[in-house]
Structures are given as structure tokens and as C-alpha cells.
Nanobody
Framework: HVQLVESGGGSVQAGGNLRLSCTASGFRFDDSDWGWYRQGSGRKCEVVSR???????DYAESVKGRFTISEDAVKNLVYLQMNDLKPEDTAVYYC???????????????????WGQGTQVTVS
């Protein structure tokens, strides 16, 4: 049984930084592909950043140069470091294992991969 849990969300002023964490049980991040996704109110479920099984990493154009993903194989944790946050980054952020590589209508209702419960990030 795969379970993912995100943490680290919150409210921050524009220009600020946040780091999200995601821990998993029943899944090893260093053995497969995983990613961070987000869904703002009235918006699609966006692939923020995704690490492929060959270790290549992709970022959405909107976050390139500001967001960085990383993993700690010892702790089986992954992170999303978000710098220079903007109001348009406001969304619920999800960690997903083996999730889709494309944007979709809903993160919550995704039929692909294993998803955490999400953590709210609000930038004002």
C-alpha cells in the first residue's frame, strides 16, 4: 500500500520562499519517477516538476529558475524548494509517485499514480 504525505505549505508574501516535503511509505522515490503538481482555484492540475526514472528532471516554464526538486534517498523524502514566490503560485501542491507527465483536469481525481493529500500554498 503506497501512501504519500506532504508538509510545509503555508502563507507567504510575494518574493518569499517555502520548502515542501513529501514522505512515502510503500514506495521508494529513488527507484522510480515522481513529481510535484499543483492545482489553483479554477485551474488545471499542473505538472510543476517531475523526475523521470532516468533521473532527468523537467520543470514547468512558469517555475524554471525559481523552484528546485530534490530527494533524500536515506530518508526517502523529496522536496520542492520554492523561491521568489508569486501570487500566481497559490495552489494546493501535491506530491505524486508515478504520476502523469502532462497537465490534467484534476489532481485529486487522477487515475494515474499515487498521490498525497496536498498542502496549501498561499502567496499574497
Amino acid at each position: 500500500h503506497v501512501q504519500l504525505v506532504e508538509s510545509g505549505g503555508g502563507s507567504v508574501q510575494a518574493g518569499g520562499n517555502l520548502r515542501l516535503s513529501c514522505t512515502a511509505s510503500g514506495f521508494r522515490f529513488d527507484d522510480s519517477d515522481w513529481g510535484w503538481y499543483r492545482q489553483g482555484s479554477g485551474r488545471k492540475c499542473e505538472v510543476v516538476s517531475r523526475k523521470q526514472s532516468d533521473s532527468s528532471i523537467d520543470y514547468a516554464e512558469s517555475v524554471k529558475g525559481r523552484f528546485t526538486i530534490s530527494e533524500d534517498a536515506v530518508k526517502n523524502l523529496v522536496y520542492l524548494q520554492m523561491n521568489d514566490l508569486k501570487p500566481e503560485d497559490t495552489a494546493v501542491y501535491y506530491c505524486a509517485a508515478e504520476g502523469p507527465s502532462w497537465d490534467s483536469d484534476s489532481c485529486v481525481n487522477s487515475e494515474i499514480g499515487y498521490w498525497g493529500q496536498g498542502t496549501q500554498v498561499t502567496v499574497s
